[in-house]
């Protein structure tokens, strides 16, 4: 296949890959905002107007005894009660139902996302480990700069990037490490210092 013919598919699967990602994105977003819904602030604030509402009543007019009683059994009780019983209790059944209205806009992105990668499958010279959009960009840009002539040469090229890539993150690593146990060790000769002068008096 000639490069002009491979940079075009590269072009076509990119845009197919692009749209995956989107769909996917959104989907993974609709996932996250059911999974983490909750609505701790109101119960926490309603919670408390209760809590405060519930040791006026009692009280109002009553002996020292009963305030004591409002104070340490039924203010943390309201409160605990609303805050975590009923509040978690009503999240779960919302979050429930968002579940269950969202579910067709779920199984609609999967066979938007299905049929994507059957027309992906259909014409793309790229085998599957590269059907990212990182590994279609890189590969398409090292036939615009003329660094390959074949796919086998872009793979390869990319591989070698790659290993490269990971080698240069491993060491920056090593070296944030090392840098960190410096300055652990600095730290430990500076008190190593102040204790032995104090020693010394």
Known sequence: MEPAHIFSNLKSS???????????NKRWQHQFEIQNYNRKGVFNLLAVAVTLFMMWILTTGSGPKTEWTAITVVAPLSFVVI????GDVLDYFKRKRLKRDIQPELLRLSEKMNNLVAELDSFTVLPEKYR???????????????????????????????????????????????????????????????TNSLLRW
């Open 14 to 24: 990119r845009a197919l890959i692009s749209d995956y990602v989107t769909l996917d």
């Open 83 to 86: 805050r975590f019983l009923i």
């Open 132 to 194: 990212t959009l990182q590994a279609v960009g890189a590969i398409g840009n090292y036939f615009v700069n003329k660094r390959i002539d074949t796919l086998k040469e872009g793979f390869n090229l990319y591989e070698d990037e790659l290993f490269k890539f990971q080698q240069l993150k491993n060491q920056q690593f090593q070296i944030n490490q090392n840098t960190r146990m410096m300055h652990q060790n600095n730290e430990m000769i500076k008190a190593q210092r102040v």
